[in-house]
């Protein structure tokens, strides 16, 4: 267990910070019109991709959920997250050249995909666990999802596959509770995705998503085990998104506005907030530095929205290159 | 006389449908309230045990309609996105299309699987397909691309009556249509074309949302090239009668279709007006269809996917100008 200095303790709060200003900043670049795509904001969620992806190295692999369409796994990761602005307004400079709507890829970090088609992240990480063993320098892969993603028959295949070669593969599901406008209590008998896990022998543990060090200790743990040979396991995180399933749609479940007050009582449950007050008690953070943080985060976004408008669109003679390889 | 958006017509046909027989049911991923409005309001009507939310899990939800069909309901299954047949192919295009045939002709398979399909929404090419040749190439499944709000209503109501299992990819781009909807109820049947304009110097088949663009741009090229255009409304069956009619009368056609090029639906039809209507061509047969990449997304989408100042230009070189 790495002992937390307290650099890594402001690392943590900024990315948590700059994660959800950036989203702030899609959301009302969606409303805006400004963006060319859909956008799944990641507003409760935050604490688990930052928890989770804190924990890896840089020549990991990483699947990500599309809440925040890659800002929570990648600004902890020293992603810069300008370019993922710039993809959601179609401009060169974007992660993926301004060319993929709103996947975020980055190959250097190894985001080698994001979910467009939910169910691929299981059986695509099996893979880059593969690959992972075969090159033999401890590297894993983390595949992050959804709680509705699991109900995809990818998922079982994926974590039987993980489990029966042993690959280095960490499983980390955002149980929120949704999928679009459907409650999984609804479609699934199953209330703890680590019960399944359970099915295929990989350990799996159900943690708190609103509390950002139960993540990264959890994180820490699967890693380790899975860098050492021991095989998969599975991160339950119970968290919750605060909107629509994305932007501009109707919040309801089924077809029946969600509960304010199930909102409401996850909110008070904030996964900044609580951070925020454990550190300003353990005297790691001050009002000054929470405010200098804040507004250090409003002027990168500023700066990216800029940034990003006034990017070049791609060229499109780029285009017909893109399909194959050379 | 009542006006109806596009989606309204497809809901208004699915909700005649399910009250006139009740083995009619509607299964699929947030079907109750409808990201694509396709579907709204028929919980309402028709209760939960008729308008199903399922699992995140196409597989089952196809699987789930096939085997419900072949046990003598008429489940609407909604893909969602058209682009997620892939997710359900196994079900969709090998077991849904081929169990009659191994039934030896005894059990049908009568269902509808619906997507929103095509671009427009700039999401890139996981979220921007319209499959249509890839449903065409597999034999037993019939499609039907309707491009306007009257055509959708009539269409579907043949296609859930439809022994067979029918694939139905409305289009995003024909979302904010609105038409008059006679208050009687009316069916167009599967494999009829319509002329939606009539010319005499080119034919212009075009699919799903370029029906529209090419309506467009015969307007805009009045005066200049008289053009005839035909929407075949159901790929499968396809009314290549009303295709090779207008051929021979106007002895030029340009195919314009928004999925891929490459085995495509123009390159299908092209070579049924060859086969048919050689003799009568004063110029090769033209297509205008997506480029042959992945449908790219936010501003590069319209590099990739036909639009009106090319639908334009290949209606004018079709015509010789
Ligand atoms: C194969 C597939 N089916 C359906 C969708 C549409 N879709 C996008 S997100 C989503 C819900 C996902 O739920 P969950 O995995 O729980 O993640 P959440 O959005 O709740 O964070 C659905 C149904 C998709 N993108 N891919």
New interface residues.
Partial sequence: MKKLSKQDLLHLYRSLIRTRKFDQLNIRLAAEGKLLTFYHSAHGHEAVGTGAAAVVRDDDYLFIHHRGHGLPYSIVRGIDPKSCVAEHMGKSTGWGGGITGFHAVDKEMGILSSAGTIGSGFVLSAGYGLAAKKNGRGQIAICFSGDGGVQRGQFHEAINLCAAWKLPVVFVVENNGMAWFTPNRDTTAVENVADLAKAYKVPAEIVDGMDILAVYRATEKAVELARNGGGPSLIECKTFRYRSHSEGRPDVSHFEPRSKEEIAAWMERDPIKLFEEKLVKDKVLTATLIETIAREADEEAVAAEKFSFDSPFPDPARLPHMVYAP | MKELMYWNAISEAIAEEMARDDKVFVIG??V??S?FLATKGL??KFG?DRVM????????IAGATVGAAMAGYRPVCDLTFA??I??AADEVLMKAAQQYFIHNGEVGVPCVFMGVAGGG????????RIPAAMVMHNPGLKLVLPSNPYDAKGLMKAAIRDNNPVCFFFHKKCMPMKQEIPDEEYIIPLGKAEIKRAGTDVTVVATSYMVNLALEAAKQLEGKVSSEIIDPRTLVPLDIDTIIESVKKTNRVVIIDEDTECCGVAAEIAQQIIERAFDYLDAPVSRLCA????I??????K??IPQLPQVIKAIETAAGL
Avoid: I, K, R
Wanted: negative net charge.
């Fill in positions: 991923e947030n109750q309230e990201p919980v309402q939960s939310d399922a699992p995140l899990s196409e597989l089952a682009d997620f892939y997710c929404f700039g999401n890139g090419p996981e979220h921007s480029a042959n990449s992945p790219a997304g936010a501003a590069m989408e590099y990739v």
